[in-house]
Nanobody
């Protein structure tokens, strides 16, 4: 069984920074893709960015120039550094990972964390 656990959310003023963490644990062979999503109050879950090829993350427009994704393969973790935060960044942030598990049975599937809340005050 694989679990993802996020941390690092909280309340911050506009213009401030937060660093979110997501750690995977369990029977993991490899983490193929990391994604960060967010869901604002009353809104739909949206992609923030992805780390498909380590060292070359890709970002949606909402994150470009302000957010940075990095991964720590040794600790099965991913981070989302968020700078210059805006009130519209207020949301629950979720990590998501495409993971190949140890076997048998061998499997590859997507897992979600429980989410961490980020509130940006104006």
């Amino acid at each position: 069984q694989v679990q993802l656990v996020e941390s690092g959310g909280g309340l911050v003023q506009a213009g401030g920074s937060l660093r979110l963490s997501c750690a995977a644990s369990g029977s993991i062979h490899s983490i193929n893709v990391w994604n960060w999503y967010r869901q604002a109050p009353g809104g739909q879950r949206e992609l923030v960015g992805s780390d498909t090829y380590p060292g070359f993350p890709e970002y949606q427009d909402i994150a470009k120039g302000r957010f940075t994704i990095s991964r720590d393969n040794g600790n099965n973790a991913v981070y989302l550094e968020m700078n210059n935060l805006r009130p519209e960044d207020t949301a629950v942030y979720y990590c998501n990972a495409d993971i190949s598990s140890l076997g048998p049975p061998f499997s590859r599937r997507t897992y979600w964390g429980q989410g961490t809340r980020v509130t940006v005050s104006s």
